[in-house]
């Protein structure tokens, strides 16, 4: 199946710094979405994003699926921006395949 | 709007004894549903995905079972739980389409004593 790596495994800020989480994937993909899980678990939708770049606020996300990775650009970081950040994509077999995600802590 | 819901949030259950997690959605039809866990140490294991009412595919072998009695109903079961299952459980749903995006529920946290 595809497999998904996602760097770096941990990431510790001070508030107001910029920051920019990658992820690679082994094959083609119909979709990659960027999550957020806060501390309290909850995996927050940041970004639906199989190509090109999005905007939302302070965060960016850039695919280039012909040479298969994506960006996720958190500026200006907050201390809510803690927690975890995963990588989904979905590929041939259509099922979505999970990176080990990236561990962010703002401090203030 | 579309809507996942899953319960209980948080679950303590001793070895040998059954489990019942209900994962629903509400506001679309004929979803594809998922299981993931994650164990301590971050990633998200797929367990179980249905395209359909009483489709089940299992991606890893163990002491779980899914079922899908109606089709915005999702339940994970087991009938003697073991230590091992103890875990953060997410239920998630997508329209039937590669190109659709991925929505969770808010989990349930199990430990197994």
């Known amino acids: 199946g595809i497999q998904v790596e996602q760097s770096p495994p941990d990431l510790i800020l001070q508030e107001g710094a910029n920051s920019t989480l990658r992820c690679n994937f082994s094959d083609s993909v119909n979709n990659l979405q960027w999550f957020h899980q806060n501390p309290w678990g909850q995996l927050i939708n940041l970004f639906y994003?199989?190509?090109g770049t999005k905007q939302n606020g302070r965060l960016s996300a850039t695919t280039v699926a012909t040479e298969r990775y994506s960006l996720l650009y958190i500026s200006s970081s907050q201390t809510t921006d803690s927690g975890v950040y995963f990588c989904?994509?979905?590929?041939?077999?259509?099922?979505?395949?999970f990176g080990r995600g990236t561990s962010l802590i703002v401090h203030p | 709007s579309q809507t996942i819901h899953q319960w209980p949030a948080t679950l303590v259950q001793p070895v040998g004894s059954p489990l019942s997690l209900e994962c629903t959605v509400e506001g679309t039809s004929n979803p594809n549903l998922y299981w993931y866990r994650q164990a301590a140490g971050r990633g998200l294991q797929l367990l179980f995905y249905s395209v359909g009412i009483g489709q089940i595919s299992s991606e890893v072998p163990q002491n779980l079972s899914a079922s899908r009695p109606q089709d915005r109903q999702f339940i994970l079961s087991s009938k003697k739980l073991l230590l091992s299952d103890s875990g953060f459980y997410l239920c998630a749903w997508s329209v039937p389409s590669p190109l659709s995006p991925l929505h969770f529920g808010n989990g349930t946290r199990l430990t197994v004593t």
């Open positions: 994003i199989p190509s």
């Open positions: 989904a994509v979905v590929g041939g077999s259509y099922i979505p395949t």
